[in-house]
């Protein structure tokens, strides 16, 4: 990102000031973890098992906050680190896709020929990100996520009309030429 050449002490510091949240917000949740992930429920062997790299990560953290601390100093030097609130840290599950459940539904879709329905899209998508969604709560979250996605699109994307709908891109449309709901002509 270019700070450009106005007021890029301004810049510099509010994104300073972020990374500055960020990092803080990570060292405190290092330091002091939730008290689930502390005892032994889900998880909490392999959280216990990755006690060394937590540790080396809150020491990376630990010789960088003074740096960041010392620039924005030096363009605001009555900034105060106490008073910056810290920004925790969000931690996705294992079973999710890299980029959440509606970019993993519109890149099967690309990549589709034919009209999928929201199962047959959570299936490539599981299969494709070698995830392990069985018929359970995470599988309802991760169906709900993908549909919710699919009715707020509103361009390029079109379903039949049918139960349960069947969705494609517009470019690549498809089949009977039916087209309803969501970006679809109403015709």
Known sequence: MALGRKNSGKQLTGHLKTLYARLGGELRWIENPPKLRQRKWRGGDAFVAQAGEREARAEEIRQALPHVIYVIQMFEPDWDPEQEKLIRPLR?????????????????????????????????????????IDDGPAHVQAYGAINAALQRATRGLVNDGGQPPRWALRSRQTGDGRVSGVGGDGS
Do not use: K, Y
């Open 92 to 132: 996705r599950g294992p079973n999710r896709p890299p980029h959440g459940w509606a970019d993993a539904a519109f890149d099967v879709l690309r990549g589709a020929d034919d009209w999928l329905t929201v199962r047959e899209m959570l299936d490539r998508i599981v299969e494709r990100h070698d995830l392990s």
